[in-house]
C-alpha cells in the first residue's frame, strides 16, 4: 500500500469526480491519503469529502501561504480554529511563497512562525510549501529552533545543502512528486543523496502530474509512477521504496 502525503481532493478541478477519483487511488494501491488545508474558503469542501472516507482520507489544517492577504489575522483565527477542534494530522500546507511578489511577505513570516507555535502547542508534524523563500525561511526556522519541529518539505525540488540546512533546526523528510518523473529535474540527483528514511511520496493532485500525464489533472491514482521513478533513483525496488515510504508516512503523521 501507497500513502499519498499531499492532495487535495476537494479543489475544484478534481471535484467534479472527487469520489471516483478516491476510487481509482484505491484501485491503485493508494491506501491513504492526506489533504493539505489552504484557507477558510475552501476548508468545508475538504472535511465534507474527508469525512466520507474515514481511515483513508486525513486532513491537515493551516494557512496556505498564498492565501496571506488582507484578512490575515481572521483567516490564521480560522485555521487554528479548525486544528484546535478537528481530528488533524498536520499543520498544513504553511510556508512562504514570494513567487507572486513580496507584498505580504511580512505577513506570511509571522503567519508562519505563530502556525509552528501553534504545531508544536498540538504535538503535530508541519507540511512545508516553499517558493522563492529559503533564507527567510531559515530565518523563521532558526528562531524556532526552540520548537524542536518535525514535518515534511511538500513538493521538494531544491538542492541537498537546502535539505541539510532545514535539517540543522528542525527535523524535516522530503515530499517527492510527479517532478521527479520531468526529464530535465536536477532533483534525482540530489534524492541520491537523501536518505529512503527521509522521503515521502505525494502527487499535489490536481497539480504537476507525473509522466506520462504532464500537464494534464493529477490525481492520487498517479502516485505509483512516481514510486516507480523513485525507485530506479534510489537502486531499490518499487516494492522496497513502497513499504518504506509507507512506514515513513504513517510514522510521521501518526496515521
Ligand atoms: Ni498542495
Known sequence: MFVDTHTHFYDEWLLPDAEEAVQRALDAGVGKMIQADVDSRERTAMWEIGNRHPGVLFQMAGLYPGSVGPDWKE???????????????????????????????????????????????????????????????????????????????????????????????????????????????????????????????????????????????????FLPLVAAQVAQVKGLSVQEIENQTTHNAETLFGI
Request: with cysteine; hydrophobic share 40%; glycine share 6%.
Open 75 to 221: 483567516e490564521l483565527a480560522l485555521a487554528e480554529q479548525a486544528a484546535t477542534t478537528r481530528d488533524i494530522v498536520a499543520i498544513g500546507e504553511i510556508g512562504l511563497d514570494y513567487h507572486e511578489g513580496k507584498e505580504y511577505a511580512r505577513e506570511q513570516k509571522e503567519v508562519l512562525r505563530c502556525q509552528f507555535e501553534l504545531a508544536a502547542r498540538l504535538n503535530l508534524p508541519v507540511n512545508i510549501h516553499l517558493r522563492d523563500a529559503w533564507e527567510d525561511f531559515f530565518e523563521v526556522l532558526s528562531d524556532c529552533k526552540h520548537l524542536h519541529l518535525r514535518g515534511n518539505l511538500h513538493c521538494f525540488t531544491a538542492s541537498y545543502e537546502i535539505y541539510e540546512r532545514a535539517n540543522r533546526w528542525a527535523d524535516f523528510s522530503v515530499g517527492i512528486g510527479g517532478v521527479v518523473t520531468f526529464r530535465n529535474a536536477s532533483l534525482p540527483k540530489t534524492l541520491e543523496r537523501i536518505p529512503v528514511e527521509r522521503i515521502l511520496l505525494e502527487t499535489d493532485a490536481p497539480y504537476l502530474a507525473p509522466v506520462p500525464y504532464r500537464g494534464r489533472r493529477n490525481e492520487s491514482a
